[in-house]
């Protein structure tokens, strides 16, 4: 499945090198695309060396979401924590995040926390989408400040979703769209209910 997204941007990435007759922007669209493709590229190598090692444990963290609840990494000891990294602007983010949304509402174990965490966009950007969007934002979520959480965490790429368990270690991190088809990530679901 992620084969075929890779396939499916690299054939958005040729056409954006072929394209001879592109206005400035564009080309700086495809460059940036093609930076992105190559994050992509090394992100999920990274994912298949962090599945298969051993857990490890989590940064210390502290966060505040926008209705003001605070959380650590010692607050949330106990209790398995799904943490979702995204941003406004990112299209997969806006796929994923509503899907994300009905699960926590229709088949989330009792003991997982969910929070959000949205990075590389403003405060602003951020607030307007989660107040426009109040469906799919029913779990807490956090504004990563100049992006401090996310660089704690190893986090570049939106979304990017990542499994504390209740000792506080980090034992699932998934990139990009489709987290319900990770197969560690169903087999620590498994291991919740």
Same mark, same amino acid.
């Given at each position: 499945?992620?084969?075929n ?22 080309k ?24 298969a090692?051993p ?9 505040? &979401?926008?209705?003001g609840?605070? *959380? ?8 398995? +924590? ?8 990112c299209?997969?983010? !806006?796929?994923e995040l509503?899907?994300l949304?009905?699960? *926590?509402?229709? /088949?989330?174990?009792q003991q ?9 966009? &403003?405060?602003?950007?951020?607030e ?7 469906? +799919?934002?029913?779990f807490? +979520?956090? *504004?990563? &400040?100049e992006?401090?959480?996310? !660089? ?5 790429? +939106? ?6 368990n209740?000792?506080g ?8 769209a489709r987290? /319900?088809?990770n197969?560690q *990530? ?8």
């Amino acid at each position: 499945m992620l084969h075929n997204q890779m396939r499916g941007e690299t054939v958005f990435i040729r056409g954006c090198q072929s394209g001879a007759h592109q206005k400035t922007r564009d080309k700086g669209v495809c460059k940036m695309a093609l930076r992105l493709m190559v994050i992509l590229v090394s992100l999920v190598h990274l994912a298949s060396a962090v599945d298969a090692a051993p857990p490890v444990d989590a940064p210390e963290f502290e966060m505040v &979401t926008l209705d003001g609840q605070r *959380y650590s990494k010692a607050s949330l000891l106990g209790q398995p +924590t799904l943490l979702a990294f995204w941003a406004p602007w990112c299209h997969f983010c !806006q796929l994923e995040l509503p899907v994300l949304a009905k699960f *926590y509402q229709e /088949n989330k174990p009792q003991q997982l926390r969910i929070v959000s965490i949205a990075f590389a966009d &403003t405060r602003a950007n951020v607030e307007a989408y989660v107040t426009a969007n109040p469906e +799919t934002f029913i779990f807490p +979520t956090v *504004y990563d &400040t100049e992006d401090r959480l996310a !660089q704690k965490f190893g986090v570049s790429a +939106t979304p990017t979703f990542v499994v504390m368990n209740e000792h506080g270690e980090l034992i699932v991190a998934h990139f990009g769209a489709r987290l /319900n088809q990770n197969p560690q *990530y169903q087999a620590f679901l498994k291991s919740v209910r």
